[in-house]
């Protein structure tokens, strides 16, 4: 959904940087008319079960809130097989390029799951340079 909005040059209706301009503004339609469009996309994308809790939010924002808060917390099982699969996950008989690929999926996967820290003491930059040398050595 996420690459389907920024394709669209729309996420920064769900990321809320996209703010909502006074009443008075002349933006204001604009901003409502795509507002309704992002959050119509996201309603068609989640199963009718779901649009039903979500659909009296006024704004795109809130419900793109509500679906991280409410799916987010099921991440924990997913994340534990992930991990799993990369400590047990070795080349065997694939190909470098298929190995690669496999481990890269891994990686990005578990990347998007976890929670993004912001680090302004720059210890993180040492766990980002160990595993960006562990991509890099292929």
Known sequence: MAMALTARNKHGFVDNTVARPSPNDLLYCAWVRCNSMVTSWILNAVAREIDD????????????????????????????QIKK??????????SVS?????????????????????????????????????????
Request: proline fraction near 3%.
């Open 53 to 80: 809790s979500l659909i009296y939010m006024p704004t795109c924002h809130e419900v793109w809130i509500d679906l991280c808060d409410w799916f987010q917390q099921s991440n924990a099982p997913r994340i534990y």
């Open 85 to 94: 699969l990369l400590s047990a996950f070795s080349q065997g008989s694939l």
């Open 98 to 138: 298929s190995y690669y690929t496999k481990l890269r999926t891994l990686l990005d996967e578990l990347r998007d799951y976890q929670l993004a820290f912001v680090c302004n003491c720059g210890l993180m930059k040492d766990w980002v340079n160990i595993a960006r040398n562990v991509l890099c050595s292929f």
